[in-house]
């Protein structure tokens, strides 16, 4: 099993839709989540921070779900601009060691 | 001016040619990483750094050096670069408090 498993896409929706991205983790020490966003050919970039109790930016909602492991981001009102590849990232272990694993990204395109 | 730099931003190498790839920040960030990515593959850790003396081997790192040169420059050299090392490479940095890591703009290497 990989540590971090995301579907990858691509997923396929008309402005406006929402969209929903799951991520399962291997690891339940892990406490750090994240998803980035990475443009082509571009670095990634961090999105938001994934908390407990989950957390909203705007149109962007993740969520956290321990005993399942998996975690998820909603994407309410979909833009053009938001195409691009969502890579869900965990922390290895429970310290703080900084060291991350990167998901394989999922796709998303926002068509007109 | 970005946070975190790299140059080459594009090089093409020949096979058995050592090449080295460097990074700056000026985040005052302690930790830096190098990542190296492909397609289907998602990020792989090569080599990682907590501070000046401290340089870890990541998932990766056979084939691979990396030089610490001082807290804001953490340089990747490939002593025999042979065609499978051809990717996306970028470097990252991270706090000491915090997992969140923030990346350079990649170094596309092309080996021949």
């Known amino acids: 099993r990989k540590e971090v498993e995301q579907d990858p896409g691509p997923f396929n929706v008309p402005e406006g839709a929402t969209v929903a991205f799951n991520c399962t983790y291997s690891?339940?020490?892990?406490?750090?989540f994240f998803w980035y966003r990475q443009d082509c050919r571009k670095e990634p970039k961090l999105l938001m921070s994934?908390?407990?109790s989950g957390n909203e930016d705007g149109r962007f909602t993740a969520q956290l779900n321990r005993a399942s492991q998996y975690i998820s981001l909603l994407i309410r009102d979909s833009k053009l601009s938001d195409s691009a590849t969502y890579l869900c990232?965990?922390?290895?272990?429970?310290?703080?060691?900084?060291?991350?694993?990167f998901g394989q990204g999922t796709t998303l395109q926002v068509k007109p | 001016d970005a946070d975190v730099t790299q140059t080459p931003r594009n090089r093409i190498t020949k096979t058995g040619k050592r090449i080295m790839l460097e990074c700056s920040q000026t985040k005052g960030h302690d930790r830096m990483y190098w990542y190296r990515q492909d397609p289907g593959l998602g990020l792989r850790l090569i080599y990682y750094?907590?501070?000046?003396?401290?340089?870890n081997k990541g998932e990766i790192s056979d084939g691979y050096s990396v030089s610490r040169q001082a807290q804001a420059k953490f340089s990747l050299s490939l002593e025999s670069a042979i065609p499978n090392q051809t990717a996306l490479y970028f470097c990252a940095t991270s706090g000491l408090d915090r997992n969140e890591q923030y990346f350079g703009p990649g170094t596309r290497l092309t080996v021949t």
């Open positions: 990232v965990v922390n290895m272990d429970g310290s703080n060691t900084g060291k991350l694993i």
């Open positions: 690891n339940s020490a892990s406490q750090s």
């Open positions: 994934v908390y407990s």
């Open positions: 750094s907590f501070d000046v003396k401290d340089i």
